[in-house]
C-alpha cells in the first residue's frame, strides 16, 4: 500500500533560521500531497499543496516542491518565527488507496527566541 | 465557507461502554473520515466514507464500528471502551480526495 515517511520527529530552531521537514513517500499512481499544520489544542489545517511535479507551491512563507523522481515534497521556510511552533503532517491522496489519505507520522517543530 | 462540527467535545465513559461520537458538516462534501490521535502523535485513520450510506475501513477500525446515514453527517461508536483510554477523535471531510478540513474533535477519556 502507499505511505508517507517523515524522518524528523522533532525539530528545533532558532527564531530567524532556515528550516527543511523531509516527507518522502511511496506510491505506484500520481498522487496529490500535503502539508498540514496542527498547533497546540487545535485541529490540523492545510498548509500547502500540490499535484505538480516539479512546481513550487507556496503559503505564508512556506513552501515546498513536489519532485516525482525521488517521490518527495519538502517542507521550507526561509526564517522560522515562534508562531510556527506546531506539528507539520505531511500526507498523500489519489494513490492505491483512493480517496483513502495516507498521513505521515508528523515532525514537530520547536522554535526558540 | 463551512464548519465541522463534533459532540461532544468532551466524553468520559467507563470501561467496556458503548460510545458514539457525531460529526455534522455543512460544506456538502462528499468523503467524510474518522481519524484516532494520542497526545503529541499522528493520525490514525479509522473509517472514512466516499459518500453516503458508504463505508470503508481505515487502519485502526478494530473495536469501532461507523455509520454515514446522511451526506452531512458520520458517526463514530467505539464499541467497548478500554480502560485508560485517552485520545482525540478528529472528523473531517473533502472533496473527494482533495484538501481535508477537520473539526475541533472530541476528547475521549475512560475511567
Known amino acids: 500500500g502507499d505511505s508517507v515517511t517523515q524522518t524528523e520527529g522533532l525539530v528545533t530552531l532558532t527564531k530567524g533560521l532556515p528550516v527543511m521537514l523531509n516527507c518522502t513517500y511511496q506510491?505506484?499512481?500520481?498522487?496529490?500531497l500535503f502539508w498540514y499544520v496542527q498547533h497546540l489544542n487545535e485541529a490540523p489545517k492545510l498548509l500547502l499543496k500540490?499535484?505538480?511535479?516539479?512546481k513550487r507551491t507556496e503559503h505564508q512563507g512556506f513552501y515546498a516542491t513536489l519532485h516525482k523522481s525521488s517521490s518527495s515534497f519538502h517542507l521550507q521556510k526561509s526564517s522560522v518565527q515562534l508562531s510556527d511552533s506546531a506539528l507539520y503532517f505531511c500526507a498523500l491522496s489519489g494513490g492505491t488507496g483512493g480517496y483513502k489519505v495516507v498521513f505521515g507520522s508528523g515532525t514537530r517543530l520547536l522554535v526558540s527566541p | 465557507g463551512g464548519i465541522i462540527t463534533q459532540t461532544p467535545k468532551f466524553l468520559i465513559g467507563q470501561e467496556g461502554q458503548k460510545l458514539t461520537l457525531k460529526c455534522q458538516q455543512n460544506f456538502n462534501h462528499d468523503t467524510m473520515y474518522w481519524y484516532r490521535q494520542d497526545s503529541g502523535k499522528g493520525l490514525r485513520l479509522i473509517y472514512y466514507?466516499?459518500?453516503?450510506?458508504?463505508?470503508q475501513k481505515g487502519d485502526l477500525s478494530e473495536g469501532y464500528d461507523a455509520s454515514r446515514e446522511k451526506k452531512s453527517s458520520f458517526s463514530l461508536t467505539v464499541t467497548s471502551a478500554q480502560k485508560n483510554e485517552m485520545a482525540v477523535f478528529l472528523c473531517?471531510?473533502?472533496?473527494?480526495?482533495?484538501?481535508?478540513?477537520f473539526g475541533p474533535g472530541t476528547r475521549l477519556l475512560v475511567l
Open positions: 466514507s466516499i459518500t453516503e450510506n458508504d463505508l
Open positions: 500540490s499535484s505538480t511535479d516539479n
Open positions: 473531517a471531510s473533502s472533496i473527494l480526495g482533495d484538501t481535508q478540513y
Open positions: 506510491t505506484t499512481y500520481s498522487p496529490f
